[in-house]
């Protein structure tokens, strides 16, 4: 009998360590993303996928949900529900992220960054670095950088080229509430809203404008919700950011983390290059269309500049002010 026992015993530890270990495993991970494959963004997510695929040899699945679906559509809880692990990955913009980690408003800060080569300055940086430790901290491990570019600014009302004419000016702004700081600055009348309600409230003329990169605007064909208006003030630039759950890191091997991050990586590149290639042609559809855009003159640029400038003095000690300073620096040295 006690042998029976044994054998039995030592038959069940066999089958057991003829199981696949963790590291063999199939494994699928739901990634979140706000805009879907007919946004550079989505495109982002997609590519990612793709490499995972390709170099895990199909072992690692990574499943995109575009539009927040895995949050109801609420794009600011995407951060905290990646963090509970309700959501395993995402590609999400900083300021979807901004409520739960205060330091990446600093991409939010009007006007802080002027150029492509600005944006490269923080994300490839000190600063960058500082961002990534920032959301390691709060529990998610940060991966690699994407973009949704630079926004410009859109309204059915008329030209909008200082800041009297944003005044009464009623703007679909996202869920931070740095925005907020931003357009009252600005005299004109912020709404929060996701981006879910943004076209909808656009075309029954609840709000008269909206923020959004070019791509996000031509895609989404804000021309017609009444957006006839855009000016070319690339007042912000929204970085994104490929993210994992530490929930779900953890339980990955050191070689599959290497794997995701490298690809990630990889991913992230060829959708800033391709985004940036393609704004060209895309203003140039956008102005097709009969949208009248107006580009500032240093002297106008120059009036926003200064109209804004009380949000940094609010919004500095919450970023930190050696992040602001790192970044500002990165920016002059570029
Ligand atoms: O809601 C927006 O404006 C969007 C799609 O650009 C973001 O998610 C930040």
Known sequence: MRIKKWLLLSAACLAFSATPTVAEETREFSVSTVLSEAFPWGQAAAKWAELVEERSEGRIT?????????????????????????????????????TQVPEVNLFSLPFLMPDN????????????????????????????????????ISNSRGVLSEPADLKGLKVRVVGSPLFLDTFNALGANPTQMSWTDAL?????????????????????????????????????????????????????????????????????????????????????????????????????????????????????????????DTAQEAIKNR
């Open 62 to 98: 990574l499943k995109v949900y575009p539009n927040a679906q895995l949050v109801s559509g609420d794009q600011t809880r995407e951060f905290s529900a990646m963090r509970s692990g309700l959501i395993d990955m995402a590609v999400g913009s900083t300021i979807n992220w901004s």
């Open 200 to 324: 909808p409230a656009l075309t029954t003329g609840a709000v008269d404008g909206q923020e959004n990169p070019l791509a996000v605007f031509d895609v989404a064909r804000a021309d017609r919700a009444d957006q006839k208006y855009l000016t070319l003030w690339h007042y912000m630039n929204d970085p994104l950011i490929f993210g994992v759950s530490k929930r779900v890191w953890s339980t990955l091997s050191k070689d599959d983390q290497s794997l995701l991050k490298q690809a990630a990586i990889d991913a992230g590149q060829w959708e800033i290059k391709k985004s940036r290639a393609e704004l060209e042609d895309t203003l140039q559809a956008i102005r097709e269309r009969g949208v009248e855009v107006t580009e500032l003159t240093p002297e106008q640029h120059q009036a926003f500049v200064d109209a804004t400038q009380k949000v940094y003095e609010k919004w500095t000690p919450r970023i930190g002010k050696k992040l602001v």
């Open 117 to 152: 080569a600005a944006v490269d300055a923080i994300t490839q940086g000190e600063a960058g670095e500082m961002v990534f430790n920032a959301i390691d901290k709060r529990g998610v491990v940060p991966l690699a950088w994407g973009e949704n570019g630079f926004r410009e």
